[in-house]
């Protein structure tokens, strides 16, 4: 291993010489979001077919309740429920129904334990694929030679999940540490990370 | 010092050269791959001693007779010459020696009457001359001349058993053979950087139907692909056909259905033992991510789609063409050899290729003028720059080496550390299960191994449907492979004679002429199917 092992051991120093990278509770809060992001209605909101799937979805109270949230008088609401694929609403109508197409979503798959569920694989958990930070323009001198490391991770989704799901960020951050406390006595290299996949 | 392997590569050479073989003929004979063979022929891997007892076999020669230079084991092979030892029983009798009528060695070596001096490799007289040195330019070219001198003074000496060791040595004594430098590699390997089944006849116009057929293959091909990987393929049908109690159609449509998690299983399996460890999930660059769920990133694969419009115009005017549309066999199957980068893509502004990297780049295109031959980039209209893929830039490159175009320019790369083998096991193994499952006609296994590579191809980038795997350069760059390779097959249509019509999709080439000529007709990888034969032009 070049440089010295605690070069990066003091968590907030580690930008001095340049690298680029992401907290590693970050990086995990977004690859749950792609996770969400990239299940669902996949037709856009633009077309008849995903905005008919749209409102179907939020064709219920907590539906209502969510377009309400996002500006839009009940009447209006009223008249899309009853026409669903009739109805062509503004560009800004449709970004606003989109938006609480998403919300609900997300509410719904915490809610109903898809997420944990999918995550967890019955116990067998997801192979997390962790990509160093990126040195790039680290002067060679204090570039350390990090790999990306692949491990399967177990247990900790219904933490991750509830600690994403109320936003608490610290929470995740602490999740992460575990999860790197796994790797080896380097673990604090990837307290920071350029980025983490999941195969999920 | 040429040392006996040199001299093996020269006889082998000298052999070929004789009955008119071509390196895919010999590959055949000895049941390994014709890239195999060129690296053996051109000095980059070795002989070994298996290959030995199966090249006798293949020339029906003693090993001897093989290993004593290559002025005796062509005078034996022509039957000029006494074998040192009868061939032993389990090969053909020597009784047919290879056939007598010459299919026409290469002969303008010996053409031009102008100052011919010895070559420094083989001692024959030599047109070229490199740095001052005469010399034959290949080891085929030493290999024809050498042919050429044994001919006429062959009959001359009727050597008696026991003279015939002096006489031996003397003859060998104006073929020193020094190793043909590998240098002048055959044209197909500099060419194009991948000598394989896809592309791998590029000097077009050789005659293939006049060389004598070779003997069929007894071995298959060992060590061609892992035989636990096709085990696994094939035990999966056979499973799944079992529970189905034998009904083709559903068993069809359950292998289907588990396509994309068997490919994967068997890509991971592939790559057990691999020397690089590829990242599955890299953080997508911000030119590879979709701009939105149904549209398309930035990068432009280069898909083909182009007609030859002179050709058309003459054909509308009254012209009549008779018009051949050729099917090139599992696309995104070959195309799975390509270069991919193995790693997180980085940016890189130097402007240079390296060649032991890949990925994406920002480039210039240079300007294209030939309108018998489509525009490498595609059916791309606005001017500018772009981003392609590396399949695509070193297709470009390759055509400015060719002197068909300039060279690209590159703004910017998004590159890591490359290599082309990294599906090459997965894809041996697909290859040689679809080729056995074709001569068994058993087309179950057929479309399952359809399904395999082309899902795999479309759902290795950002798909729910494979959650595996989340490289969308890969999926540009295997499918800019197909393009390419398509564009290579135009360009060799074309070089062989041949007029192009049209080249569109990942498969269609339609050409006019002879093209069996050109290409061979079949189901394999390097062989084309003929879908029609259609008139262009003429009253309608």
Not at chain 1, 89 to 102: C, G, L, N, Q, V
Not at chain 2, 131 to 150: K, M, N, V
Not at chain 2, 364 to 371: E, F, I, Q, S
Request: hydrophobic residues 35%; proline residues 8%; neutral net charge.
């Amino acid at each position: 291993m070049a440089g010295s092992p605690d070069l990066w051991s003091r968590w907030g120093q580690w930008q001095k010489s340049d690298a680029a990278g992401i907290k590693g509770g970050e990086a995990l809060i977004r690859e749950l979001n792609r996770i969400v992001h990239t299940s669902g209605i996949t037709s856009p909101v633009t077309t008849r077919r995903g905005l008919t799937a749209r409102l179907r979805y939020l064709d219920s109270p907590a539906g209502r309740a969510e377009l309400a949230a996002q500006g839009i008088s009940p009447r209006t609401i009223r008249t899309w429920m009853k026409a669903k694929n009739k109805t062509s609403p503004t560009p800004a109508s449709r970004e606003k129904i989109d938006t609480a197409y998403w919300h609900r979503r997300r509410e719904n798959l915490i809610r109903s334990g898809w997420l944990v569920k999918h995550l967890d694989n019955d116990g067998r958990g997801r192979r997390m694929e962790i990509h160093p930070v990126d040195q790039t323009r680290v002067e060679s001198k204090y570039r350390r030679d990090l790999n990306s490391r692949t491990i399967t991770v177990r247990y900790i989704w219904s933490d991750l999940v509830t600690a994403w799901a109320n936003k608490n960020a610290n929470m995740v951050d602490e999740i992460w540490d575990d999860v790197i406390s796994d790797l080896d006595s380097d673990y604090n290299a990837y307290a920071y990370v350029s980025s983490v996949g999941f195969n999920a | 010092m040429p040392g006996i392997e040199d001299d093996l590569r020269v006889t082998v050479a000298a052999l070929m050269a004789n009955r008119g073989e071509r390196q895919t003929d010999l590959a055949v004979g000895l049941g390994q791959a014709q890239a195999q063979i060129s690296r053996k022929l051109t000095g980059r891997a070795h002989w070994s001693l298996e290959d030995v007892d199966l090249l006798a076999a293949h020339y029906r020669l003693h090993t001897l007779d093989l290993l004593a230079g290559p002025t005796h084991a062509l005078g034996v092979a022509r039957g000029d010459l006494p074998a040192l030892k009868p061939v032993s029983p389990w090969t053909t009798t020597p009784a047919a020696p290879a056939p007598a009528p010459e299919p026409a060695p290469p002969e303008p070596a010996q053409a031009p009457p102008v100052p011919v001096e010895p070559c420094v490799l083989c001692g024959q007289p030599a047109p070229d001359e490199v740095d001052g040195f005469p010399q034959h330019l290949t080891a085929e070219d030493c290999a024809a001349a050498i042919a050429a001198t044994r001919r006429p003074t062959v009959h001359t000496p009727q050597d008696t058993a026991l003279d015939r060791p002096s006489t031996l040595t003397a003859r060998e004594q104006p073929a020193p053979t020094a190793p043909p430098t590998p240098a002048p590699a055959p044209a197909d390997t500099t060419l194009d950087d991948e000598p394989t089944d896809t592309d791998q006849q590029q000097s077009a116009p050789a005659p293939a139907p006049a060389s004598p057929p070779p003997p069929p293959s007894h071995r298959g091909t060992p060590h061609y692909a892992s035989g636990t990987l096709i085990e696994q393929i094939t035990d999966r049908v056979r499973d799944v056909l079992a529970e189905h109690g034998g009904d083709l159609e559903t068993a069809q449509a359950a292998l289907l259905k588990t396509a994309i998690p068997d490919v994967m299983t068997l890509m991971r399996a592939s790559r057990v033992g691999g020397r690089y460890e590829h990242s599955e999930f890299p953080p997508t660059a911000e030119i590879l991510r979709k701009k939105s769920q149904k549209g398309a990133d930035e990068i432009w694969e280069g898909r083909p789609k182009w007609r030859n419009t002179p050709l058309l115009k003459a054909a509308r005017q009254g012209e009549r063409f008779e018009v051949t549309a050729l099917d090139m066999n599992a696309a995104y199957l070959s195309a799975l050899k390509c270069h991919l980068p193995i790693g997180q893509l980085r940016e890189d502004t130097t402007g240079v290729h390296d060649p032991k990297k890949a990925g994406v780049h920002l480039i210039t295109p240079p300007a294209w003028d030939h309108p018998d031959l489509p525009n490498p980039l595609g059916n791309r209209m606005e001017p500018g720059e772009l981003w392609v893929t590396e399949s695509t830039l070193r297709l470009l490159l390759d055509c400015a080496r060719k002197d068909l175009s300039d060279a690209p320019v590159i703004h910017r790369s998004l590159v890591s550390g490359a290599s082309e083998a990294l599906l090459e096991k997965l894809r041996r193994a697909l290859t040689e299960t679809r080729k056995t499952a074709l001569a068994e006609g058993d087309e179950l296994t057929v479309a399952y191994v359809k399904a395999m590579y082309s899902k795999f191809v479309s759902t290795i980038g950002e798909s729910s449907a494979n959650r595996e795997i989340r490289r969308p350069d890969w999926m540009h760059l295997i499918r800019a492979k197909a393009f390419a390779n398509l564009w290579m097959k135009a360009h060799k249509a074309r070089t062989a004679g041949l007029k192009v019509v049209e080249i569109s999709g990942t498969d269609e080439l339609h050409v006019i002429g002879d093209w069996r000529t050109a290409f061979t007709e079949g189901r394999d990888l390097n062989q084309v199917k003929q879908k029609d034969v259609y008139t262009l032009g003429g009253e309608r």
